[in-house]
């Protein structure tokens, strides 16, 4: 980056001495003898800059932006949930349908295979009963 060549102190105090209408006075007071010629000035100030400036307009980095962003509007966690999990109009026949096995209800018949296997349980603790009960009467005859 190119560097900013200021020109020395003195030289704008001269200057800005040499322009103001008092100092214009104490020069003719004071005999006009300067410590620097206003014609070096003159020919300092004419001359070109030796050093082109190029500098790219600045541009700021950081950039912000200023607005109003609304909060978007959520379900509860649960009601969103159940909103997803809700089966369409589709799913909720299909799985009825499927659960009457074309036709057929198969609540009904899976209750009906619970009854018959808890039938089947019942009659077998009692033939054990049974069983137990025949062994015990012949152990006490042949005591």
Do not use: N
Not at 54 to 64: A, G, H, K
Not at 112 to 119: C, E, M, N, P, Y
Request: hydrophobic content about 40%.
């Amino acid at each position: 980056m190119a560097s900013f060549t200021r020109p020395p102190f003195a030289i704008l105090l001269c200057l800005a001495a040499t322009l103001s209408p008092a100092a214009a006075v104490a020069q003719q007071a004071s005999g006009g003898d300067l410590p620097v010629s206003l014609e070096r000035i003159r020919a300092g100030l004419d001359k070109p800059i030796e050093h082109a400036i190029d500098i790219p307009p600045l541009v700021p980095l950081t950039r912000f932006r200023t607005g109003v962003e609304e909060r978007t509007y959520m379900l509860p966690f649960k009601e969103q949930l159940d909103k997803d999990l809700e089966p369409t109009l589709l799913q909720k026949q299909s799985r009825d349908w499927a659960s009457r096995c074309c036709g057929m209800d198969l609540g009904v018949l899976f209750k009906s295979i619970d009854q018959a296997l808890q039938r089947r349980q019942e009659r077998k603790i009692r033939e054990q009963i049974a069983r137990e009960l025949e062994e015990l009467k012949a152990a006490a005859v042949v005591k």
